[in-house]
């Protein structure tokens, strides 16, 4: 259970509601090696949630100072790009927790490494770009995930305190920005499984998205407290 009842839910996207992360590393996997490098699932999983940047910096120390990551990025930028338009499919419980959370009318928001408009082009070619009431992508902050930045600026989007969000992660640099911006976070492990570190940093830990639903529906069919803890009835209506 949560400890607060949120006010507003904000999604990570790839890996969390998109599994573009298993996606993305079979493009790197497959370009690295047409350059003569090998990309272990070990080392993969150092690069999820982290921006370009941070990327460049672990690939050079993993490979050489003079790999030719300009080319590497072009190649598997194209790559992975013909690969999610052919279709890229939902965590399982996707759908059907943006569904449930539809009825909650609770204001929800997506936060994610991805740059504009590329986040955008893929929510829409997902079909899922109109189920948020505000997107903040990479383009929006000066600071990316693990800083809370994008979280902060995405509270202040919703008109929600952070303390009164939930965040929805699968990586550990997102669940950093998250708990770091003072928000409820909920890990569901992607590639990476969670760890003694991720579990400390997260609120609650869940398997998938179905359970997530269910959590959040838990939490806000709890009874309202007053200031001093004790129930209060909800007004009928």
Known sequence: ???NRPLAVIFDMDGTLLDTEAVYHSALQKVAQSMGRE??????????????EDNERLLRQHWSEDFDLTAFHAASDQLFDEMWRAGVPFRPGAIEVLDSLRQTELPLGLCTSSKSPLAEERLSVAGILDRFDQIVTLS???NPKPHPEPYLLTAKRLGVSPESCVVIEDSPNGLRAGA????MTVLVPDLAPATPYTKALAT??????FSVRDLIAATLSKPCSSPNGHPV?????
């Open 1 to 3: 259970m949560l400890p």
């Open 140 to 142: 929006d902050v000066g």
């Open 233 to 237: 009835a909800r007004k009928p209506g």
């Open 204 to 209: 609650v830990v869940l398997p998938n998205l």
């Open 180 to 183: 770091a911006a003072g928000m």
């Open 39 to 52: 990309l272990s699932e070990q080392m993969f999983l150092q690069l999820v949630g982290l921006h370009r």
